[in-house]
């Protein structure tokens, strides 16, 4: 079972190239070079050199790199499509994407780029909530994910983006849904308190409690805690493989369910067994 590690993703501004060099030795498992919010206008087109250069030097190790470009309608989005799709990104994440219409229009402008390039959505407007479905339906021709933009919803909402994240819990879970749906990763927002470890810990964990794949970050201190929150943990390691050794016992074949511990775990349940023990093979060690 192949299984990429996205457990903490960290958005460095490509306009920093001390950032992006720092980049290559960080223990982060996805490296997003931002083209888009955190480059000021006027370093736009020295960010979009910046990025299309790290993605081809490389370095990153196992990491993925993924390039966020400006959106359409901006200035700068033709521009950064073209440079990002030449330069071959492991996945190309684009900002705004509120419908199924906006998504084929992006993947219009990726249609030179190789196959196993993903797109990424980022889930951050009302309008993309109530269409949620319609959108992965239609990012399923390439490996994607829902990026889910907590600060822009807020900002539109008028919502108050606190810890516990009240307002936007039932958003969360039905972007999950929506993504797991269609094949689909799914990474949660940032939190921008970036000294605040409790805080982060709390939405890290409870983001892994809803299936999201891990954490959009915007500083390398918080990297430590996704990667513990979104890592298998002893106690779930242990129970993967005590599930797949009880279903693997002679008078268990052809069972639907076998007792493991207190509980009982039905046969398909082994997938996700199989799946605990495979992200704890690629979450052990350095990148």
Known sequence: MTVRPRRSALYMPASNQRAIDKARSLPCDVVILDLEDAVAPEAK?????????????????????????NALGTPWAQDDLAAAVAARPDAILAPKVG????????????AEAPPTT???????????????????????????????????LAKEMGARLT????????????????????????????????????????????????????KTLIHPRQIEVA????SPDDDEIAWARAAIAAFDLPENAGRGAVRVGSEMVERLHLEQAHAVLARAMRTDGPL
């Open 227 to 230: 990667n513990r929150a979104f």
């Open 163 to 214: 810890v516990e994240r009240n307002p936007f819990l039932g958003m969360m879970a039905m972007a999950v849904a929506a993504a797991k749906g269609h094949g689909l990763a799914a990474l949660d927002g940032v939190y921008n308190a970036f000294d605040d470890e409790a805080g982060l810990t709390r939405q890290c964990v409870e983001a892994r409690a809803y299936g999201f794949d891990g």
């Open 99 to 110: 419908d199924a219409e906006t998504v084929h229009r992006y993947l219009a402008a990726l």
């Open 45 to 69: 087109e020295d960010a979009r050199s910046n990025a299309v250069r790290a993605v081809r030097d490389g370095g990153f190790g196992e990491r993925e790199v993924v390039i966020r470009v």
């Open 118 to 152: 993903g797109f990424w959505a980022m889930v951050e407007s009302c309008r993309a909530i109530f269409r949620l479905d319609a959108i992965a339906a239609s990012m399923a021709v390439r490996p994607g994910a829902f990026v889910l933009g907590t600060n822009d």
